[in-house]
């Protein structure tokens, strides 16, 4: 069974940093895509960044310069680095798994599997 399990989360203030960490288990897929989505109360789910097997990446406009995905082939990890958060950053962040390499990539129901999400708090 497949499994994603986020950490890394909590509260920081504003201009702070943090790294998120998605541990995969349970897949063996050759083609896929792997994401981070994030939804904060009211608002609809908005990706956030995703790396593909092919080397594809790709970032929303609103975290562009400031987030970097990236992986850890060897530990089946998959790693959010987070700079220069703002308040509007503060929602639940969600990692995500397609057993493809779908473009584009920031549409969720491209996505196979997800994990249970890991809360980010940005105060001002």
């Known amino acids: 069974q497949v499994q994603l399990v986020e950490s890394g989360g909590g509260s920081v203030q504003a201009g702070g940093s943090l790294r998120l960490s998605c541990a995969a288990s349970?897949?063996?897929?050759?083609?896929?895509?792997m994401g981070w989505f994030r939804q904060a109360p009211g608002k609809k789910r908005e990706g956030v960044a995703a790396?593909?097997?092919?080397?594809?990446?790709n970032y929303a406009d609103s975290v562009k310069g400031r987030f970097t995905i990236s992986q850890d082939n060897a530990k089946n990890t998959l790693y959010l680095q987070m700079n220069s958060l703002e308040p509007e950053d503060t929602a639940m962040y969600y990692c995500?798994?397609?057993?493809?390499?779908?473009?584009?990539?920031?549409?969720?129901?491209?996505?196979?599997?997800w994990g249970q999400g890991t809360q980010v708090t940005v105060s001002s």
């Open positions: 349970g897949y063996t897929y050759s083609n896929y895509c």
């Open positions: 995500a798994l397609m057993r493809r390499t779908t473009r584009p990539t920031m549409i969720a129901d491209f996505y196979n599997y």
């Open positions: 790396i593909c097997s092919d080397g594809f990446t």
